[in-house]
């Protein structure tokens, strides 16, 4: 895959990940690449597969504090079931690489890029390689607290 | 009143819809995680519409649309989908699927076509 349709696709990506964070949880971040990644002890990670022509996954990564103001903001109410923290954290993981796929599919008709199910991994120093990926972007975000989304696709 | 079944993967969507939906006095009267455990659920409660994702595990909202196309099975089908590009909405169009919604929900949107169809 060129790197000119791989930035492509990792600014989709991007874009669709702030305006469904404003959309959907009313919380602007801001791209800032100058951080230092390091989350508090226990973490969220949502990782969300890509297949089709250029197979790959988006994986969001944040901290208990940050995953909590997410769900609840999406949910307009208090929660205390981690399970719905959890669950609403995927579908917004789902949903914003979801739109960011639509961008993407309707410039290249043809790649046919469709979501799998995301798979929610919570933990201490959790830490997540994926095999595979030729292509890969992290970038970290911050507004209330901090974000990451690693953006990894494989080739034609 | 018109009873409605929801099919996705995600109880947050799940919850949504139901948060939605009931105060206007729709009647969900069943939903499931799955397209195979929600072909069940429309075989047993028989709605008038289902309100169906797309991704999901097990069996997807597109083989589940197919099947309910190829079986003629008399229920309205809404897609809800996170994707909304133009070959994956014709897709969806050819096996039947009346209406196609984007994810982020929008309460508008999905009251006004469920009225539409009914």
Redesign the interface.
């Known amino acids: 895959m060129k790197s000119e349709k791989f930035e492509y696709m990792c600014k989709c990506m991007i874009d669709s990940f702030l305006k ?1 964070a404003k ?2 949880a009313d919380l602007k971040f801001n791209l800032n690449n100058n951080l230092d990644p390091v989350f508090n002890i226990k973490k969220t990670a949502i990782i969300v597969g890509i297949v089709g022509a250029n197979p790959g996954r988006i994986q969001l990564e944040t901290n208990e504090t940050m995953s909590q103001t997410i769900a609840e903001k ?2 307009g109410e208090t929660l205390n079931n981690p399970l ?1 923290v959890y ?2 954290l ?2 917004f993981a ?6 960011g ?2 961008v993407i ?2 410039q290249f ?2 790649s ?1 890029l ?4 995301p798979s929610i991994f919570v933990g201490e120093s959790l830490e997540l390689t994926t095999p595979n990926i030729e292509h890969a972007k992290s970038v970290l975000f911050d507004g209330e607290d901090l974000l990451r989304i690693d953006i990894g696709f494989k080739g034609e | 009143m018109i009873q409605i079944v929801i099919i996705d993967d995600s109880p947050f969507i799940i919850k949504a819809i139901k948060k939605t939906l009931e105060p206007h006095g729709f009647n969900i009267i069943g939903h499931a995680l799955n397209g195979k455990d929600g072909l069940e659920v429309i075989w047993q409660k028989k709605p008038d519409i289902v309100i169906l994702d797309v991704t999901m595990p097990i069996m997807d909202g597109l083989e589940t649309a197919k099947f309910i196309f190829e079986h003629k099975i008399p229920v309205k089908v809404i897609m809800l989908s996170a994707m909304g590009d133009d070959e994956l909405i014709e897709t969806a169009k050819n096996y039947g699927v009346k209406e196609f919604l984007n994810k982020p929900l929008k309460t508008d949107d999905l009251i006004n076509v469920i009225k539409s169809l009914a």
Do not use: V
């Not at chain 1, 789902?94 to 739109?99: A, C, E, L, Q």
């Not at chain 1, 469709?114 to 199910?117: C, E, F, S």
């Open positions: 469904i959309e959907m999406m949910n719905e669950f609403s995927a579908e789902n949903i914003f690489s979801g739109n796929l639509t599919n309707n008709p043809g046919q469709r979501l799998t199910p």
